[in-house]
């Protein structure tokens, strides 16, 4: 491994400043994908100028790095010179890359470029400790991983330094940020060396963890994301030039798709607060710009006691199964402003409805009367209870150290997961 300079991508924080660079992606509108970052090429083509992705003020406090606003052109550009240097690395195409960083813009460029270098993203959460990692990374094959050298009073750097030791399949480690431990490669620097140029062509697609289990990786297509993505998209309803405020880390595929995958599918905007401070919450909220808030379902008692500003205009309550569904504290008293509920069941399907419309309560209890797609999504509620899938939005599998593509199939996926019911409506949806 080698070490670059440590020198930040923009030192004085502001709207990431790339004037004079000549981005290798703008230079052509991009085709048809089944890719993120293509999208993002997309979008940077046509609108350069629109926000992509927002850093929180207080981002320096516990990541040493600078908030920084970056537009569509500007990341794009850093996506492709990261790219760059990720293929100058002796991978194979389609490799499995690990990314294990804090919600913030370093970690949707980092996911981005993996992509765009080729190669199969790894979500892998902070909050793994060094013998879960360690798990993790043997039991996905991963042969790098792009991580932070600071996240508060953890160093992720360091510790993943201690699992190449133990791990010698992992052939590669680089990290954003201050002080990056010698042997591990500077993505800052790279950013900054690198020219940008097209991005290779690759498979798409993630890999990620059932219930957050280091020893359980999934993988889903980049055409099962692109269709988690828009069945969730046709209630959530982002649209261009909307900020989506995302309070959820990108660590699984319920965060991935209401926040990253939502904002460059619909060319919106994206804004994370990956540590919560009630004050930079408020901040953030109260922004004069139309914004979509994505929290975990556990806070709606919070909100609900909140003077909530007009410009929000929908709340997106996201559980995990198994998960109550208990009474209803958020209302859809103003019609100006949606709440909505979006269901995880492990990393198989997301289950999406609007209240006082398509509420996931009358649907788990009733799917033949929801408003699912069949070719993109089916629900079904067997006599026992258990719920079963179908449709490209919930092809994912258990990683094949072979062949890790998940086959689409008209059969009907069975899960572990039973809504419980109670006056035709799911009261709650437990694990067996």
Same mark, same amino acid.
């Given at each position: 491994?080698?070490?670059?300079?440590?020198?930040?991508?923009?030192?004085?924080?502001?709207?990431?400043?790339?004037?004079?660079?000549?981005?290798? &992606? $703008?230079?052509?509108? +991009? #085709?048809?994908?089944? !890719?993120?970052?293509?999208?993002?090429?997309?979008?940077?083509?046509?609108?350069?100028?629109?926000?992509?992705?927002?850093?929180?003020?207080?981002?320096?406090?516990?990541?040493?790095?600078?908030?920084?606003?970056?537009?569509? *052109?500007?990341?794009? =550009?850093?996506?492709?010179?990261?790219?760059?240097?990720?293929? *100058?690395?002796?991978?194979?195409?389609?490799?499995?890359?690990?990314?294990?960083?804090?919600?913030?813009?370093?970690?949707?460029?980092?996911?981005?470029?993996?992509?765009?270098?080729?190669?199969?993203? %790894?979500?892998?959460?902070?909050?793994?400790?060094?013998?879960?990692?360690?798990?993790?990374?043997? /039991? /996905?094959?991963?042969?790098?991983?792009?991580?932070?050298?600071?996240?508060?009073?953890?160093?992720?750097?360091? @510790?993943? %330094?201690?699992?190449?030791?133990?791990?010698? #399949? $992992?052939?590669?480690?680089?990290?954003?940020? +201050?002080?990056?431990?010698? #042997?591990?490669?500077?993505?800052?620097?790279?950013?900054?060396?690198?020219?940008?140029?097209?991005?290779?062509?690759? +498979? *798409?697609?993630?890999?990620?963890?059932?219930?957050?289990?280091?020893?359980?990786?999934?993988?889903?297509?980049?055409?099962?994301?692109?269709?988690?993505?828009?069945?969730?998209?046709?209630?959530?309803?982002?649209? +261009?030039?909307?900020?989506?405020?995302?309070?959820?880390?990108?660590?699984?595929?319920?965060?991935?798709?209401?926040?990253?995958?939502?904002?460059?599918?619909?060319?919106?905007?994206? =804004?994370?607060?990956?540590?919560?401070?009630?004050?930079?919450?408020?901040?953030?909220?109260? !922004?004069?710009?139309?914004?979509?808030?994505?929290?975990?379902?556990?806070?709606?008692?919070?909100?609900?006691?909140?003077?909530?500003?007009?410009?929000?205009?929908?709340?997106?309550?996201?559980?995990?199964?198994?998960?109550?569904?208990?009474?209803?504290?958020? /209302?859809?008293?103003? &019609?100006?402003?949606?709440?909505?509920?979006?269901?995880?069941?492990? =990393?198989?399907?997301?289950?999406?409805?609007?209240?006082?419309?398509?509420?996931?309560?009358?649907?788990?209890?009733?799917?033949?009367?929801?408003? $699912?797609?069949?070719?993109?999504?089916?629900?079904?509620?067997?006599?026992?209870?258990?719920?079963?899938?179908?449709? @490209?939005?919930?092809?994912?599998?258990?990683?094949? !150290?072979?062949?890790? =593509?998940?086959?689409?199939?008209?059969?009907?996926?069975?899960?572990?997961?039973?809504?419980?019911?109670?006056?035709?409506?799911?009261?709650?949806?437990? !694990?067996?």
């Amino acid at each position: 491994m080698t070490a670059n300079r440590p020198t930040p991508v923009d030192g004085g924080g502001g709207k990431a400043d790339l004037s004079g660079s000549a981005p290798g &992606p $703008l230079r052509a509108a +991009p #085709g048809r994908t089944s !890719r993120l970052c293509t999208l993002l090429a997309a979008t940077a083509h046509a609108h350069p100028e629109r926000v992509a992705f927002v850093d929180p003020p207080h981002k320096a406090l516990w990541s040493g790095r600078a908030a920084i606003t970056w537009t569509y *052109g500007a990341a794009a =550009e850093i996506v492709a010179r990261l790219a760059n240097g990720l293929r *100058g690395w002796r991978l194979p195409p389609a490799s499995r890359v690990g990314i294990a960083m804090a919600g913030s813009s370093e970690s949707f460029l980092a996911y981005l470029a993996v992509e765009a270098a080729g190669h199969i993203p %790894c979500l892998l959460p902070l909050s793994l400790d060094e013998d879960a990692l360690v798990t993790a990374v043997q /039991a /996905a094959s991963i042969a790098a991983v792009l991580t932070q050298s600071r996240f508060g009073p953890l160093a992720p750097a360091e @510790r993943l %330094c201690r699992v190449a030791v133990r791990y010698f #399949g $992992l052939r590669y480690l680089a990290a954003f940020g +201050p002080d990056v431990p010698d #042997g591990v490669i500077n993505l800052d620097g790279m950013a900054l060396d690198q020219a940008g140029g097209p991005f290779a062509p690759g +498979p *798409g697609g993630l890999i990620s963890f059932a219930a957050g289990d280091p020893a359980q990786p999934i993988h889903r297509s980049g055409d099962a994301l692109l269709a988690a993505i828009a069945v969730h998209l046709v209630t959530a309803r982002v649209v +261009p030039g909307d900020r989506i405020l995302s309070l959820l880390p990108a660590t699984d595929l319920r965060g991935l798709v209401t926040g990253l995958g939502s904002a460059l599918v619909a060319g919106a905007a994206l =804004e994370t607060l990956p540590v919560f401070e009630s004050g930079s919450f408020a901040a953030a909220l109260g !922004r004069p710009v139309s914004t979509r808030l994505v929290a975990p379902a556990a806070l709606e008692r919070n909100l609900a006691t909140c003077r909530l500003p007009e410009t929000l205009v929908s709340i997106q309550l996201v559980h995990r199964a198994p998960s109550a569904l208990g009474a209803h504290r958020l /209302a859809p008293a103003d &019609p100006a402003r949606s709440v909505i509920d979006v269901v995880a069941f492990d =990393e198989t399907a997301l289950l999406t409805g609007a209240r006082m419309g398509s509420d996931v309560a009358l649907t788990l209890a009733n799917p033949e009367r929801g408003p $699912l797609f069949s070719t993109l999504m089916a629900l079904r509620r067997d006599p026992d209870g258990f719920l079963a899938f179908r449709g @490209r939005a919930c092809q994912a599998g258990p990683l094949q !150290r072979g062949s890790p =593509e998940a086959e689409v199939t008209a059969e009907w996926l069975p899960s572990r997961f039973q809504a419980s019911t109670e006056a035709g409506r799911a009261t709650a949806i437990l !694990r067996r």
